[in-house]
């Protein structure tokens, strides 16, 4: 098992925090930033590597990350140095498929705060050999319009995943955290091939529902997409407050 952390965007909705530094590379309290906190997690479970996936215009800030933490994650950049440019994530997965070993893959996005075992959600994967995609009820109609939404049946199948509907069938939302074995990720070339949009990987989850057995994942606890200034806040303000706790595993030097 490797996982790979998807740090390519460039967070406009988050200017001007985000205009010359990453969002995932955004301070919490005590030197610490949102990406500790998604290492930290992926730092419990058994992995053969990690990987950290950026785009050419933060690659030096993340650079300098590492070196302050210390952390054996292989960086691939992609040449973006705008949001213009940008191959979106599905197309940053696809560009690294050639190198990528085969293997499963946990595919997490950076910005994601959150209490899920990553251990349960791999042992999930393993217990249905299926890719499997993390699941969180997020309780409110108004707020699933802004995820891709999920429909699952009574053996935790995934019937649909819908982006961002008008009309939600569900509060039930997809996390941006997936368990994929090789032979699914691989597909990207052909849902490519077909058309598929190369932006938010939930498009390409769409597509690969519709081709084989695609399962869910619920979890409990607490989930943050950090995709506004207003969530940073609280985000910041639960890690200072001990709600969200502190990593573990990452250790601090300076940045």
Known sequence: MRAIIMAGGFARRMWPLTSTTPKQLLPLADGYVILDLVVDGLLDIDLEEMILSVNAKFSDAFRRWLSSRGLDIQLIEEPSRSEEEKPGAVGALHMMLESL????????????VTSIKYSELVGSMRSHGAPTIALYDVGSIELARRYGVVELGPDSRVISL????????????????????????????????????????????????????????????????????????????LFSQGVIERPRHVVLSSM
């Open 101 to 112: 070993p085969r293997d499963d893959y946990l595919i997490v996005a950076g910005d994601n």
């Open 162 to 237: 819908i982006e961002k509907p008008n009309d939600p069938p569900s509060t039930l939302i997809s996390t941006a955290i997936y368990a994929m074995p090789w032979r699914s990720l691989s597909r990207i070339e052909e849902y490519l091939a077909s058309g598929g949009s190369r932006d938010a990987i939930g498009h390409f989850i769409s597509w690969l529902v519709r081709a084989e057995p695609v399962y869910g994942f619920r979890f409990n606890g607490f989930w943050f997409d950090v995709g506004s200034i207003d969530e940073y806040n609280r985000v910041r303000e």
